[in-house]
Every structure is written in structure tokens, then in C-alpha cells.
């Protein structure tokens, strides 16, 4: 027999499941759109930014600058296809607009911007990510606010020095208010991390700069959820959490490719996409 807390929790997985899914519908739609785009990076990280947008984050999308909002820091300015599904799903800017994504003149460039509705920093330049969101963090404190602070950094991000040194601060200021997602997808722009600057190993990296850490599958939302709970429950120190995530998750032609960091196919391959998404998991 199930309890009702334990139902309740099954319940939220399928709704979370289900919202994943729209994402990435949307990212697909986006990336047919224009004809290419980081689908893969949109694809791989739907699962966090469903918890984070339909379960966990305080936000308010008709008043975005509310004091005491949760922030979400997106270092990763390639990544904004799937902030891009998010927002729209949560009622920030219209669905419609998702069509306009990389086009000129659009609110919704590739690599996103704070132009945007929703998006608290312009993160093209990788690797500013984590000093702004310790700063906020900080800043928040200070203010006497309840507001958490979301970073969402990449494997290939971990290269930039500017993240070791934000990494020290944050656990310095014992920002328990700061959470930190490392989506490792083991790839990069030119071929997987480890040959060309490994990053690994990760989760003992940021224990020795003070963080409270964990590592789980980041296409498991049972698993974040838990993670994101685990993590509550610990205080002064900030909390890194590794995401173990594929690229292209969810449609096969994208998660075979050897290189997909930046995804563009023939006009009438998108058709086969579209249709692997429907019958693949989750
Ligand atoms: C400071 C800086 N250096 C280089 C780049 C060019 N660049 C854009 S994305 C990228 C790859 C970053 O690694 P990762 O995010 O892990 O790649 P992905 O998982 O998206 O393939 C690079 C080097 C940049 N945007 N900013």
C-alpha cells in the first residue's frame, strides 16, 4: 500500500515527466524552425528545467523582477533553447515566439541574452555564470530574502578559471541559499571533455572547494527531485549537484551522433526527429 505522501510524489514524477516532454517538443519545433540550433543541449537538460520551472522554483511570470523570487542563472548562453521552452510553457512570453528562435531580430537569440523575458544575466561568454550567481546569493542574503539562487553550468564550462574562483567564494560566504547544476554531458564544442581538458573528477573537485555534492542521472527526475531535497536539508555550505545527462535525450538520431554540439540536418530528416520523440522515453 501506498501512502498519500508517496502518491503525491508519483504523481508530481508523471507531471514532471509529462512537462519534460513539451519541452522538448518545443526545442525540436524551434531548432526545425530555423533549420539547426542546440537541440541536443535543449534535449539533454529538459528534465532538470521541468523540476526546477513546474516544481521547485518561486517565481512569479507575470511579475519576473519580484524581489523575493528564485533566481536561475544560465552560464551557458547555447543552452537557451531549453530555457527558451521553459519560459514559454511557464507563460513568461508566448509559445508562438518559440518560432522566431535565432532569427534575426527576435527576442530569442541562440545564444540567449538578458533581452529576454526571464533571463537574469546574458550568458554567452562561458564561465561568468557562477560569480554572478554568488553575488546574487550574497545579495540576497543580505537583503534578508528567502530567494535561492540556480546555476546551470556545463562540463566544458568547468575549464574557465573565473568558475574555480566563484566556486571558493560561494563556499567562503557558506551560501547554502546557492545550487549549482553541472550538466555533464561528456561533450563539448571540439569532442568530449577528457581529451581535450578534462574536467573529471568533478563531484571531488567541488568537495574540495567546500560544496555539499551529489551526482545522479540528470534524465532521472526521481533523482533530482531527491537530490534537490537532500540538499535542502544541509545548510552553509552551497551545493553542487553533477548531472549525468545525454545529449539529445529522448531522440535517438540526436543521442547517436558523435558530435552534437551544435545540430543541423537535412530539411527532410527533422520529420524522423520529431517522430522518435513521440515513442522514445521518457
Ligand atoms: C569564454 C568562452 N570561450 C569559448 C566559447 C565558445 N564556446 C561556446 S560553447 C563551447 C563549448 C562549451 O562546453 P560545453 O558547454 O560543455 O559544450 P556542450 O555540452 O554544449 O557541447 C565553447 C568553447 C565561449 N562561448 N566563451
Known sequence: MTCVAERSQ?????????????LRRHVLRMAEVVGQGYAGQGLGIADLLAVL????????AVRLDWPDRDRFVLSIGHYSIGLY???AEAGVFPIEELDTYGMDGSRLEMSGSEATPGFEMTGGSLGHGLSQAVGMALGVRLDGRESRVFNLLSDG??????TWEAAMAGAHYRLDNLFAFIDCNGQQADGPPYKIMNSEPVQEKWAAFGWHTQRVD??????????IDLALEVHDQPHAIILDTMMGRGVPLFEQREKNHFIRIEPNEWHIAREQLEVGTP
Open 10 to 22: 508519483e504523481q508530481a514524477v508523471v507531471d514532471l515527466k509529462a512537462r519534460a516532454k513539451s
Open 53 to 60: 520551472y513546474f516544481h521547485e522554483m518561486r517565481y512569479d
Open 85 to 87: 521552452a521553459a519560459l
Open 157 to 162: 564550462e568547468l575549464q574557465e578559471g573565473s
Open 218 to 227: 540528470g534524465n532521472d527526475i526521481s533523482a533530482i527531485l531527491s537530490a
